[in-house]
């Protein structure tokens, strides 16, 4: 990956040009940027689709005093400020991701669970119409596809 030169010239180590990045993101969601800020948003540029527990332990790593309960207080602000999606498949934790706006879906291993990026079924967003949206402005349509994923299917293959 390609880091930009923030600094109008003069060389910007990449990690500070991506904390920079980050810093950016978060005030543009209008949010003060903090240190447990900062951390949850590089941990879930590196793990996308990841839990808040996964996600603690990699923030855990950078800042040892962080709890669990500021992990999950960053995401709710994260999502609620639109720089995080959080996403609920049936019988697994909540996981969250930073490819917000654009209403692309999921695939998931009903193997090994893991979580890739689908774009759009069909057309823009929504992309799917209810039969009678009874009254309402349909924005967005969330769908999970399942399935085995090409490994799980060759460990499943295996005699």
């Known amino acids: 990956m390609t880091t930009p030169n923030l600094s109008g010239g003069a060389g910007l180590h990449p990690a500070a040009a991506d904390a920079g990045l980050l810093a950016g993101g978060i005030r543009s969601a209008g949010l003060k940027v903090t240190a447990p800020r900062l951390a949850v948003l590089r941990a879930l540029t590196d793990r996308p689709h990841a839990t808040a527990d996964a996600l603690f332990g990699a923030v855990r790593a950078d800042l040892p005093g962080t709890s669990l309960q500021a992990v999950y207080g960053v995401l709710a602000s994260f999502t609620t400020a639109g720089l995080v999606r959080k996403i609920e498949p049936a019988g697994s934790p909540a996981l969250f991701e930073r490819r917000v706006g654009d209403n692309h879906h999921h695939i998931v291993c009903t193997g ?24 309402f402005d349909v924005r967005a349509a969330e769908v999970i596809y399942w399935g085995l994923c090409a490994q799980c299917q060759a460990e499943t293959a295996l005699p």
């Open 112 to 135: 090994c669970g893991v979580v890739h990026d689908v774009d759009c079924a069909v057309g823009h967003a929504p992309c799917l119409t209810p039969a009678d949206a009874l009254g």
